[in-house]
């Protein structure tokens, strides 16, 4: 079965400082792997994915991952921390579904529990 | 172009009653998944529909169901609820299911909040 562990319950930066938000998981075959961010009150908006190819993947608001098979991880960085980063974050893996009417689909996702970002002026 | 939307945003209802949530996917879109999000469990997978079809489902009991019409807007039921029912419920859409999987991406809309006393 597929998992999704995230470390760190809570983090707590100062404003410009790096950041670093860890994810390991768990899969049997070649993972999709997702970076979401959800502000309060309102649904998941995605970072970047990770599907295969380079494994240090670029997103939007200025944040990568990187993608380490032999660690079963897919770390999320930033450089320099906004005030506006403060959110919640999770990470997901899925995997290719066939469907019998052809294609493929990921929808199944397992996410991680999340982590709390808080960013100190 | 719209988003994923979600009616109602906030609900309340009793034990016992019967709920039904509504999702709207992007235009174009006809892949819908549902998502439970609750503080104890987290975010968990509900069920996927593709076409009026469903082509994935959770681990969740009976008490839930959805269903998808043919404009691609997806309902979910829930009937007999418990408290531990009291969640956020999140809709994601994605475009249409391509080979390359890699070209997909999920679009969640905010969520129904459903309060059950």
């Known amino acids: 079965a597929q998992s999704v562990t995230q470390p760190d319950i809570h983090i707590t930066v100062s404003e410009g400082a790096s950041l670093e938000l860890r994810c390991n998981y768990s899969?049997?075959?070649?993972?999709?792997l997702f970076w979401y961010v959800q502000s309060p009150g309102q649904g998941l908006q995605l970072l970047l994915k990770?599907?295969?190819?380079?494994?240090l993947v670029q997103g939007i608001k200025g944040f990568e991952a990187e993608f380490k098979r032999s660690q079963s991880s897919f770390n999320l960085r930033k450089p320099s921390v906004h005030w506006s980063d403060a959110a919640e974050y999770f990470c997901a893996v899925g995997g290719r579904s066939p469907l019998n009417a052809g294609g493929t689909s990921y929808g199944k996702l397992t996410f991680g529990q999340g982590t709390i970002l808080t960013v100190h002026p | 172009k719209a988003g994923v939307t979600q009616t109602p945003r906030y609900l309340i209802k009793t034990r016992g009653q019967q709920v039904t949530l509504s999702c709207s996917p992007i235009?174009?879109?006809?892949?819908v998944s549902w998502y439970q999000q609750t503080p104890g469990q987290g975010l968990q997978f509900l069920f996927e529909?593709?076409?009026?079809?469903?082509?994935n489902k959770g681990n969740f009991p009976g008490r839930f169901s959805g269903r998808q019409f043919s404009n691609s807007r997806s309902e979910m039921n829930v009937s007999t609820l418990e408290l531990g029912d009291s969640a956020l419920y999140l809709c994601?859409?994605?475009?249409?299911?391509?080979?390359?999987?890699?070209?997909?991406?999920?679009?969640f809309g905010p969520g129904t909040r459903l309060l059950v006393l």
């Open positions: 994601a859409s994605s475009s249409l299911l391509l080979p390359i999987a890699e070209q997909e991406t999920q679009y």
């Open positions: 529909y593709f076409s009026e079809t469903q082509r």
């Open positions: 990770y599907f295969s190819g380079d494994t």
């Open positions: 235009s174009g879109h006809r892949s």
């Open positions: 899969y049997g075959a070649t993972p999709y």
